[in-house]
């Protein structure tokens, strides 16, 4: 079964640190482009960044909102993604979600299929 | 930056043909999917490069594109299609775009 699960949402003070994962499984995890998508509660969808596979690069690209704060990583041995949060606003609180497009076309990787559940995360003194 | 708007909100009655609609500057040129996303879930792909509808979605479900909007249309309407649906392109300046979404109610 494909799947992807996050964990390690919760409750952290303006200015801290969180990290967040996401297990894959059920499909080659090495060779997907994966993203984070953020919902903050009652709002729409918001695009946090993505990581490339390696074989394009590994490269990572970011919303304007997190650019210098957050830093999205893999490790294909233990097929997980991550999304490290550094100096945490209120306006970061949200369901975080991690997706993928399953079935890219002509090198485009954003029609995201897989989800997983979301992690909440609320930033909050 | 490149913007996406869609309505707010639609209603439409059971049995009738909704039209959710996604404009931005030239988006006729873009590839643009579309998700649904029923409350506490996360998002669906219901379709996706303009009109290709994934595997599982019924058929009532279809998408148009072009110059300034692209819509997505859902035939026959049903109670379990009351959801939030976004459309998604990706742009060269802004990369990765979503609409501010459109609450889908049946009456």
């Known amino acids: 079964e494909v799947q992807l699960v996050e964990s390690g949402g919760g409750l952290v003070k303006p200015g801290g640190s969180l990290r967040l994962s996401c297990a894959a499984s059920?499909?080659?995890?090495?060779?997907?482009?994966m993203s984070w998508v953020r919902q903050a509660p009652g709002k729409g969808l918001e695009w946090v960044g993505r990581i490339k596979s390696k074989t394009d690069g590994g490269t990572t690209d970011y919303a304007a909102p997190v650019k210098g704060r957050f830093t999205i990583s893999r490790d294909d041995s233990k097929n997980t993604l991550y999304l490290q949060m550094n100096s945490l606003k209120t306006e970061d609180t949200a369901v975080y979600y991690c997706?993928?497009?399953?079935?890219?076309?002509?090198?485009?990787?954003?029609?995201?299929?897989?989800w997983g559940q979301g992690t909440m995360v609320t930033v909050s003194s | 930056s490149y913007v996406l708007t869609q309505p707010p909100s639609v209603s439409v009655a059971p049995g009738k043909t909704a039209r959710i609609t996604c404009g931005g500057n030239n988006i006729g040129s873009k590839s643009v999917h579309w998700y649904q996303q029923k409350p506490g879930q996360a998002p669906v792909l219901v379709i996706y490069y303009d009109s290709d509808r994934p595997s599982g979605i019924p058929e009532r479900f279809s998408g148009s594109n072009s110059g300034n909007t692209a819509t997505l249309t859902i035939s026959r309407v049903e109670a379990g299609d009351e959801a939030d649906y976004y459309c998604q392109v990706w742009d060269s300046s802004s990369d990765l775009v979503f609409g501010g979404g459109t609450k889908l109610t049946v009456l």
């Open positions: 997706t993928t497009d399953s079935d890219p076309r002509s090198g485009y990787h954003d029609a995201f299929d897989i």
């Open positions: 059920g499909f080659t995890f090495s060779n997907a482009w």
